[in-house]
């Protein structure tokens, strides 16, 4: 089965700096990677998701980016963080093919001050 | 506005009784999804079902699913202090395979 790495498993940053989070995944190949950002005590907001290396979509216009330069490697980023930014980011992953559970990694607190 | 929408959006319960939380979505869909997610971590896979199902179990988890109402339900059996969590409902809509829409999810709150 999936296991999914994140990191760091908390972050606190300023204003205005950039931002790298990774994250990687074992026990699959070819995988949909995502990434979601989840506000204090709030549902999922979907932010990007790759169906495979290079390719990348953006579901809502922001301040973040998202690359995928290795089959199980989803990186997100920032140029310059937003107090806005702030939140619970998650990746997740799915098996390609319709009808597959999508599993997530441990998240990561992101807190812009 | 998100596709799945859950409600309550809070019940607090007693150790032994039922949990009953509800999934509304607005588009047709291939799947539904249930997760469980504990204060400050990652989401828990609880159940996928499929469009062409009504019904699934897994231990004390039971999911329905009504796509003429576009509705799911979970219902926890006999509670325990440990199922305390955060419950999301997701869904994989026919013509955005593989985007999935998350709803608020309910709060449930066990006391022993």
């Known amino acids: 089965s999936q296991t999914i790495h994140q990191w760091p498993a908390t972050l606190v940053q300023p204003v205005g700096s950039p931002l790298s989070l990774e994250c990687t995944v074992e026990g699959t190949s070819n995988p949909n990677l995502y990434w979601y950002r989840q506000a204090a005590g709030r549902g999922l907001q979907l932010l990007f998701y790759?169906?495979?290396?290079?390719?990348i979509s953006s579901e809502v216009p922001q301040n973040l980016s998202a690359s995928r330069p290795q089959d199980r490697q989803f990186i997100l980023s920032s140029k310059k963080l937003l107090l806005s930014d702030s939140g619970f980011y998650l990746c997740a992953c799915q098996t390609s093919g319709i009808n597959n559970e999508q599993f997530f990694g441990p998240g990561t607190r992101l807190t812009v001050l | 506005s998100q596709q799945g929408e859950e409600d309550p959006q809070a019940l607090s319960i007693q150790e032994g009784e039922n949990a009953t939380m509800n999934c509304s979505y607005k588009?047709?869909?291939?799947?539904l999804q249930w997760y469980r997610q504990n204060s400050g971590r990652g989401l828990v896979h609880l159940i996928l079902?499929?469009?062409?199902?009504r019904e699934k179990h897994s231990g004390r988890l039971r999911v329905t699913l009504d796509t003429s109402k576009k509705s799911s339900s979970l219902l926890i059996t006999a509670s325990r202090a440990a199922d305390t969590a955060s419950y999301f409902c997701?869904?994989?809509?026919?013509?955005?395979?593989?985007?999935?829409?998350f709803g608020a999810g309910t709060q449930v709150v066990v006391t022993p």
């Open positions: 790759s169906v495979g290396i290079g390719q």
């Open positions: 079902i499929r469009s062409n199902e």
């Open positions: 588009t047709s869909i291939n799947n």
């Open positions: 997701a869904t994989d809509a026919s013509d955005s395979w593989g985007k999935f829409q």
